[in-house]
């Protein structure tokens, strides 16, 4: 049976992994999701819940709070909510046209794409998270590795996309540059693969709160692209 509560309480990724260890630990669950900006999670379970048993029971792990329980069961397969990468197709398929276009005025070379592109790639994707910060912020914690230990760094990260951004379109072959990058989304890249790996489904925070995207195999391709995109310009930097 498929349950949908509301949930209050949520203040930062420490929750979410509060709650989920504590379904896991006390209910036979599956499917656990947290949607809606964490205001909302889903699981299935094979035993009839009751929501005023599952408050009485959270109320031993910390101030939160479930209403609005919602049977899924009788609801139709086509009015489930449905993944969609979309957005993020788009996206990318801007960035690429405008860097291909950038690269024919300035001279046909791989670098000088790469420069076009992660520019645009760091200032596109620091505009949606900074349209809702705090939201990206707490999105970001469920599942970062570095966010989930200092939730501030959810603050930080957007305007640390910004600066690349910037950075790359006045010193994009810049050694220092590319090296910091290079870590940066190589740690990011942990986070996604972890969290995909858990098989517990979390809204993709690349692009904020703007837009819901679920994290998926897509989220990860785009942190291992910057991260490649990354190594290829210091290796090229290395060898001028």
Not at 55 to 63: F, K
Not at 97 to 117: E, Y
Not at 124 to 137: C, I, P, Q, R, T
């Amino acid at each position: 049976m498929d349950y949908q509560f509301q949930i209050k309480g949520i203040s930062c990724g420490s929750c979410i992994q509060k709650i989920a260890k504590f379904f896991n630990d006390q209910f036979g669950i599956h499917g656990l999701s947290f949607t809606n900006n964490n205001s909302t999670i889903k699981f299935s379970s094979s035993a009839k819940v009751d929501i005023g048993q599952l408050n009485e029971l959270l109320s031993t792990i910390g101030e939160y709070t479930l209403s609005d329980v919602t049977n899924l069961l009788s609801v139709p397969d086509n009015t489930q909510e449905v993944p969609s990468y979309k957005p993020i197709y788009l996206i990318f398929a801007y960035i690429a046209i405008i860097s291909i276009l950038t690269t024919l005025q300035h001279g046909i070379t791989l670098q000088n794409f790469m420069v076009n592109f992660m520019a645009g790639f760091f200032l596109v994707f620091s505009f949606f998270k900074l349209l809702d910060l705090s939201g990206f912020a707490m999105g970001y914690s469920s599942y970062d590795i570095v966010a989930k230990k200092w939730y501030h760094y959810g603050y930080i990260y957007p305007f640390i996309e910004l600066g690349f951004g910037l950075s790359y379109l006045l010193f994009g072959t810049n050694i220092y540059l590319n090296g910091v990058v290079f870590i940066v989304m190589l740690v990011s890249s942990i986070g996604v693969i972890r969290a995909k790996l858990s098989k517990q489904r979390f809204d993709c925070a690349c692009v904020g709160t703007f837009l819901k995207v679920p994290l998926g195999n897509i989220a990860i391709i785009e942190d291992v692209a910057m991260v490649i995109m990354s190594f290829i310009m210091l290796i090229m930097a290395i060898q001028l």
